[in-house]
């Protein structure tokens, strides 16, 4: 996609070195090849200019040597280039753009500072559509036919997007399965389809011509109801697929690692981090396509490998981080710098930043103010610092976005300083200001001033706290004795710590003791007992078999769980837990299932198979129904394992029996990643697909025919017009994968989350995918959400992987920011106890009698038992009374408040 160049630097003759503006801030600069010095060795007036030394025109290729003891590759992928293909019209009609153009329009830094327009003449789209599987999902000659896994769920995205900067935007999405398949993506799907203006139409569609007077785009497309129809696009979004990294059998040859037949890494069935090569492995996409998440826990199973892998040098090269020592400022009058984000233009564009600073100057004890573009980068973390020092700053506000994400980081940018990290605030005019108000610019720039102003309030009665160091106990719990479960506690046990593996049943192995082999072809019988004898034989992994978690206390680096089980009961002391629970299979009460004994699970049936059931390998014909028991109003998600486990069936069957007739009747087809190559196999095997649609789902009877007892599934044909009638000897139900039964309580005795679904909630879907909000507790496995063997081995790794970041330390640092009970005014009413969701809080006997004492370890500083207290006997540090009430004094003036109080009294 070529961008309008927004400036072209003067200092530059040849005009060589660009700079991207947004708001007449400068973005970033490149020098591209017509730089005389590149070509000739002459000029270097950039360099001489550039006052922060970012140009040296006289670096050479340099090769460095690393000694290593083992290399993770984590190389990513490229987007599918859709030039390479005339079909597409890309590069040819200029109102036709990848989905990695359209990300960059739909950004704030982009080259129209997130203003959505086509490029042909910078207009506003009305009518835009996208086109799925561009360079994926392909059955000819040389192109992809796996599944790119994430361009259905960035699409949806997209079209999110593009609705809320144009609310009347017409949005139509041609696809050919919608591939919801992740953790809360089919909520996400029918949140986009309800959308008004939005259309997804199953399709394919091609791009016909580009009409000369507008450069719009027309498309062909057919329909079931329509035919073969043609419409009229201002702008067309090619969903991309993706590709393995270039020059990737380069790199495969210099790494002396294997390809798929793909072009992406080869790796182990039973182990997706391991290369053909011992010591090397593999994280992220380079794996196979896949979605943030996924590539965020291979990296921490990658590690925790290479920590098995490197275990015998572990602690050798490890440095520890040295602070300056703290300044003792709270005797000093406050003198405040305020750093104002720009945040590229998500802020920016919106917020009058100039004027917002000159503003900040006027404010009582503000001695310093200045704007940043992003205050989180590295160089901007370093000019806070620098600043603290120049202008002798004691207090800082940083105007910026939440806290949640990136208050961590200005805590530490003051430590860097010398300055007690809790003499920062923050005020958040990105969430609670300019991507809610884009609309209103001059409001938003008014209401960033005041949180500014109350945020300087505020600051002016910081106090210094002292966060607590804890000794981290090196022993870990995990519960759950499942594949997820052993994996992760073998893997921390291969690095030298104590493991506690707690399993409800009688034998390890969970779910996977029900499951023969993996559509790719792992014999997962065996490979499970091996797995279960190497934690049997494993030193320090300890077992309890039909065992339940009766108790749970402590906090992060010392736990203690009550566990009873023949043995009776069994106190452990652990510094972290893992929760690997497992999930099971939906007993379905539809379509005869317990009333005919032909009617079974997709896992029932896979039992029979294995067993070489005669009945079942000598049926003339076999039915499968997917979405049995989810994608409905009482589970409204996608259990993402029964597609694939319906084609693994299929073509288990036909292996054994090629003149089978197996159908399968599904609303998507969802074989994401190189799964697509099994649904395209079991297609050319004459399996056939049959779809339906949810409000019109199979009708099942029993009936006999010619003498033979069957199954008769009727289902309506849109083609046809009429019901089509398969009879079947068996019926597979592809039943939905549910919560394991207990959930519950696990969940309340860890302080572990439950997500609508009944699923266990991670800490934050894209950047802690196996963590809890309760820090020191992790999760893996079915647990968190239904998945194939081999992605629950990718998570029981990365759930290892975190776990080991705490208990490798020999402490731990807990918040400041914790309440803090006066006795005297406590009446030990013991509101406070029951209102806490922590257990933080308990009485205490004192020379007063008994009262109330909070744990501040345990305290995460939500303020609620202060809110209940009715002598006002809880205080919670860093958010004091006299702190918040001097952001409500700020806020409003005394004027303002009197008039308020007028108005109600009058409206009495």
């Not at 696809?175 to 139409?201: C, M, P, V």
């Not at 003339?620 to 084609?647: F, P």
């Not at 006997?873 to 408040?897: M, N, R």
Request: hydrophobic share 35%; aromatic share 8%; with cysteine.
């Amino acid at each position: 996609m070529q961008y309008p160049d927004p400036f072209n630097q003067e200092i530059s003759d040849n005009k060589a070195v660009h700079i991207y503006y947004a708001q007449a801030i400068p973005l970033v600069a490149y020098i591209d090849e017509s730089c005389i010095y590149i070509k000739e060795k002459k000029c270097r007036i950039c360099e001489r200019v550039c006052q922060n030394n970012a140009i040296d025109l006289r670096q050479t290729p340099q090769e460095i040597k690393i000694n290593v003891g083992a290399i993770v590759l984590a190389l990513g992928l490229e987007p599918f280039d859709p030039s390479l293909k005339d079909e597409y019209g890309y590069g040819k009609m200029r109102n036709v753009v990848t989905s990695m153009d359209f990300e960059r329009l739909l950004c704030a830094t982009g080259p129209y500072e997130g203003e959505i327009l086509r490029p042909s003449d910078l207009k506003h789209p009305h009518r835009v559509a996208w086109i799925q599987c561009t360079g994926s999902r392909r059955v000819t000659e040389g192109d992809n036919s796996y599944c790119s896994a994430v361009c259905c769920a960035y699409t949806q995205k997209q079209v999110i997007l593009t609705k809320d900067h144009d609310a009347e935007a017409e949005c139509t999405i041609f696809h050919n399965d919608i591939r919801a398949f992740g953790k809360d993506f089919e909520q996400y799907y029918q949140r986009t389809e309800q959308l008004s203006g939005t259309r997804f139409i199953r399709s394919y569609a091609s791009i016909v011509r580009e009409v000369p007077e507008t450069n719009n785009v027309v498309l062909k497309y057919a329909t079931d109801d329509d035919g073969v129809k043609e419409e009229e696009y201002d702008l067309v979004v090619l969903s991309v697929g993706l590709n393995p990294p270039d020059d990737v059998k380069g790199l495969a040859d210099r790494f002396g690692i294997e390809l798929n037949s793909h072009g992406f890494c080869k790796t182990d069935p039973s182990n997706l981090m391991k290369t053909s090569r011992p010591g090397i492995y593999v994280s992220g996409a380079f794996q196979g396509p896949m979605d943030i998440p996924e590539s965020v826990f291979t990296a921490s199973a990658a590690g925790s490998l290479c920590g098995e892998f490197l275990n015998y040098r572990r602690g050798r090269l490890t440095r520890e981080r040295i602070y300056p020592p703290e300044k003792d400022v709270s005797q000093e009058e406050p003198r405040i710098g305020v750093f104002v984000c720009r945040c590229g233009a998500n802020i920016g564009r919106i917020v009058d930043v100039p004027s917002t600073v000159e503003y900040a100057l006027t404010l009582p004890n503000v001695v310093y103010a200045q704007e940043q573009l992003f205050s989180c980068a590295t160089n901007s973390a370093k000019e806070i610092t620098d600043k603290i020092e120049e202008q002798g700053l004691n207090r800082v506000v940083v105007a910026a976005c939440s806290p949640r994400t990136l208050e961590p980081l200005f805590h530490d940018t003051l430590r860097e300083a010398g300055i007690n990290q809790y003499y920062c605030d923050m005020a958040n005019i990105r969430e609670h200001n300019s991507w809610v108000h884009a609309k209103e610019k001059e409001e938003a720039t008014q209401k960033a001033k005041d949180m500014i102003r109350m945020s300087v309030a505020r600051t002016r009665h910081l106090e210094p706290l002292q966060e607590i160091d804890l000794p981290v106990n090196k022993s870990a719990l995990v519960v759950g004795g499942g594949i997820a479960g052993m994996t992760c506690a073998l893997s921390m046990a291969n690095q030298g710590h104590e493991v506690y593996l707690v399993e409800k049943e009688a034998d390890l192995g969970g779910m996977a003791r029900k499951i023969h082999y993996t559509l790719e072809g792992l014999n997962v019988q065996v490979y499970l007992r091996d797995l279960v004898r190497e934690v049997y034989k494993h030193p320090l992994v300890h077992v309890l078999t039909e065992a339940i978690v009766t108790e749970a206390t402590g906090y992060v680096g010392n736990y203690v769980t009550k566990v009873t089980s023949e043995r009776g009961v069994t106190e452990i002391k652990h510094g972290a837990a893992v929760i690997a629970v497992g999930a099971e299979e939906y007993k379905p009460i539809e379509y005869l299932y317990g009333e005919n004994d032909r009617v079974l699970t997709s896992v029932e049936l896979e039992k029979r198979i294995a067993e070489e059931d005669e009945g079942v390998i000598k049926a003339q014909s076999v039915a499968m129904i997917q979405c049995v028991g989810c994608r409905n109003k009482d589970r409204d998600y996608c259990s993402r394992v029964c597609c694939s486990h319906s084609i693994k069936n299929a073509l288990k069957l036909k292996e054994k029996n090629p003149q089978m007739n197996i159908y399968i009747f599904f609303r998507d087809m969802r074989t994401y990643g190189f799964k697509e190559d099994y649904y395209l196999e079991a297609s050319d095997k004459d399996v056939k697909f049959i779809r339906y649609e949810p409000d019109d789902k199979p009708q099942v009877k029993a009936t006999d025919k010619e003498g033979r007892p069957v199954l008769r599934v009727t289902i309506p044909d849109p083609i046809l017009g009429q019901n089509l009638e398969i009879d079947a000897d068996y019926l597979a139900l592809a039943a939905a994968v549910i919560p394991s039964r207990g959930v519950k309580k696990i969940s309340q005795l860890f302080n572990a989350a439950l997500g609508p679904d009944g699923f266990f909630k991670e800490a934050h879907v894209k950047l802690r995918p196996v963590d809890f909000a309760t820090d020191g507790v992790f999760l893996c496995g079915t647990a968190h959400y239904p998945k194939h063997i081999s992605e629950t081995i990718n998570q029981a790794y990365g759930a290892a992987g975190r776990a080991l970041t705490l208990l490798s330390h020999d402490s731990v640092t807990v918040s400041g920011s914790v309440c803090e009970v006066k006795e005297n005014h406590c009446i030990s009413c013991g509101a406070c106890i029951t209102a806490c969701a922590y257990g933080a809080i308990e009485f205490r006997e004192t020379p007063r009698g008994k009262k109330a004492w909070v744990n501040p370890v345990i305290c995460k500083g939500d303020g609620l038992c202060n809110a209940k207290c009715p002598t006002h006997a809880i205080y919670l540090k860093h958010f004091t009374d006299e702190e918040i009430l001097s952001q409500i004094d700020a806020a409003f003036s005394e004027k303002e408040v009197s008039q308020q109080i007028e108005r109600a009294v009058g409206d009495v």
